[in-house]
Nanobody, 116 residues
């Protein structure tokens, strides 16, 4: 059993910043990829950023230069620093942890709302 828990969402004004955190716990040897997705109302869930075990990262074009993903392998945590937020960043943000033994695990999601 693997648990993934996010925290840090909230309401912020245009141009503001938020920091999302995620921790994975349970039985696994490692987490190959930790990533953040988001889903806005009426839209499909989309990848925001991911970070693999050796620290390679990738970002959606819409967030490049504004968001930064980082992880701590020893603590099984991943954070998403979000700067220069825009109303179109409003969504439920989900953390995902991929383990070799049991595959994909999702958190429950955290709401991010950016007001104009």
């Amino acid at each position: 059993q693997v648990q993934v828990v996010e925290s840090g969402g909230g309401l912020v004004q245009l141009g503001g910043s938020l920091r999302l955190s995620c921790v994975a716990s349970g039985r696994f040897s490692s987490i190959s990829v930790m990533s953040w997705y988001r889903q806005a109302p009426g839209q499909e869930r989309e990848l925001v950023a991911y970070c693999n075990l050796i620290g390679s990262t990738n970002y959606a074009d819409s967030v490049k230069g504004r968001f930064t993903i980082s992880r701590d392998n020893a603590q099984n945590t991943v954070t998403l620093q979000m700067n220069s937020l825009k109303p179109e960043d409003t969504a439920v943000y989900y953390c995902r942890a991929d383990t070799p033994e049991t595959g994909v695990h999702w958190g429950q999601g955290t709401q991010v709302t950016v007001s104009s």
